[in-house]
T-cell receptor, first 114, second 113 residues
Framework: AQKITQTQPGMFVQEKEAVTLDCTYDTSDPSYGLFWYKQPSSGEMIFLIYQGSYDQQNATEGRYSLNFQKARKSANLVISASQLGDSAMYFC???????????FGKGTLLTVNP | ETGVTQTPRHLVMGMTNKKSLKCEQH?????MYWYKQSAKKPLELMFV???????ENNSVPSRFSPECPNSSHLFLHLHTLQPEDSALYLCASSQDQLEDTQYFGPGTRLTVL
């Protein structure tokens, strides 16, 4: 069975500092993808970054990067130079390579303090 | 900014009402999804349509009835709902079902009295 675990219900970070949001997963499928989404209080789920299981390099997208450790089955999101607008819920999601279904974690509420 | 829109954004309805949620995507995608997000629970996939054909019904009660008249529009018809159906209903789309990123709309916040 697929499983996604986000162990941090809430995180605080000072503006302009970096923060790491944890995500571990469990799948026996050799091909899979990992996604991070941001959900502000308005409700919309905003796609941030994607990492494929066969990707050789860690994904990066602007201030977002993914610390992908395949052997440990972890895909932590790193946000550099935090901004007040980064305050939101962050969800990690797992998808098997040939299956469109996303399994979401319970999320981490990030609060950026001025 | 978003390529996926949802209306209404907020909806309050009684248990005997009939209402519909609408989703429209402007991304040229072929797959569309309905998700339910309840408080303190992970997102739950409800329905999937690919090229207008329903490919997934994740054991959703019949009081929820989806409709996909074309690849750009997706509806969720609601009738005889229960208070526990109160949740955020999110629509998403992707290029197709296979290995593509899903892009979400802003959601409809539904309250059933």
């Amino acid at each position: 069975a697929q499983k996604i675990t986000q162990t941090q219900p809430g995180m605080f970070v000072q503006e302009k500092e970096a923060v790491t949001l944890d995500c571990t997963y469990d799948t026996s499928d050799p091909s899979y993808g990992l996604f991070w989404y941001k959900q502000p209080s308005s409700g919309e789920m905003i796609f941030l970054i994607y990492q494929g299981s066969y990707d050789q390099q860690n994904a990066t997208e602007g201030r977002y990067s993914l610390n992908f450790q395949k052997a440990r089955k972890s895909a932590n999101l790193v946000i550099s130079a935090s901004q007040l607008g980064d305050s939101a819920m962050y969800f990690c999601a797992l998808r098997r390579g040939s299956n469109y279904k996303l399994t979401f974690g319970k999320g981490t509420l990030l609060t950026v303090n001025p | 900014e978003t390529g996926v829109t949802q209306t209404p954004r907020h909806l309050v309805m009684g248990m005997t009402n009939k209402k519909s949620l609408k989703c429209e995507q402007h991304l040229g995608h072929n797959a569309m999804y309905w998700y339910k997000q309840s408080a303190k629970k992970p997102l739950e996939l409800m329905f999937v349509y690919n090229f207008k054909e329903q490919t997934e019904n994740n054991s959703v009660p019949s009081r929820f009835s989806p409709e996909c008249p074309n690849s750009s529009h997706l509806f969720l018809h609601l009738h005889t709902l229960q208070p526990e159906d109160s949740a955020l209903y999110l629509c998403a789309s992707s290029q197709d079902q296979l290995e593509d990123t899903q892009y979400f709309g802003p959601g409809t916040r539904l309250t059933v009295l």
